[in-house]
Each structure stands twice: as C-alpha cells, then as structure tokens.
C-alpha cells in the first residue's frame, strides 16, 4: 500500500501561480508512474497531469498543457505540480495518484 498526502492547495488570483506537493510513503519502491486529477463540483475526474518514474514521459490534460508543469523528487518520494496562469475554471480538488492509491485531495481556488 502507498499513502499519498497532497499540500499547497488555496486560494489564488487570476493569474497567479500555485505550486501543490504530494508526499508518498509505504511501499514507495513499487510506485512507477505518478499523477494529479482534479475534479471540479458537478463535474467529473479528469486528468491534469502525469509523470514517469524518473521523472520523464509527462502527459498533460488539454486544458493544463502549457501553464502547468510536472516534477518529482524521487529522494523525497514527492511529486510536484506548478500551476501557473491561473484560471477560474482550474477551480477544483487536486487529487495525487500513484498505482491505485489515492490522496484525500487539496482544494484550488482561483478567483476572477
């Protein structure tokens, strides 16, 4: 089992930039891939970003490629997501993944 705790989560302008950070522990040594999904209310989970073990083949979802950007530290079982002009519609929980654990999430909240 892997345990996931995501941070950095709050409320930001238009514009602006947030970083989140999710710390892995447990049985780190059997996570390969990690990501962020995020879901907004009345809306379904959707994809933000992903990223490959050694910190390679990232993935983006559409509405994020190019404002946010992906990175681990693997000394530190942490994975980071920088979120950079931000919207209103980037309002959601920010969820980590890795294998088929999941954090609790931390809300993002961009206001206009």
């Known amino acids: 089992q892997v345990q996931l705790v995501e941070s950095g989560g709050g409320l930001v302008q238009a514009g602006g930039s947030l970083r989140l950070s999710c710390a892995a522990s447990?049985?780190?040594?059997?996570?390969?891939?990690m990501g962020w999904f995020r879901q907004a209310p009345g809306k379904e989970r959707e994809l933000v970003a992903t990223?490959?073990?050694?910190?390679?083949?990232?993935v983006f979802g559409v509405t994020v490629k190019g404002r946010f950007s992906i990175s681990r530290d693997n000394t530190k079982n942490t994975v980071y997501l920088q979120m950079s002009s931000l919207k209103p519609e980037d309002t959601a929980v920010y969820y980590c993944?890795?294998?088929?654990?999941w954090g609790k999430g931390t809300l993002v909240t961009v206001s206009s």
């Open positions: 990223i490959g073990s050694v910190g390679s083949g990232t």
């Open positions: 447990g049985r780190t040594d059997s996570v390969n891939a």
């Open positions: 993944n890795a294998l088929s654990s």
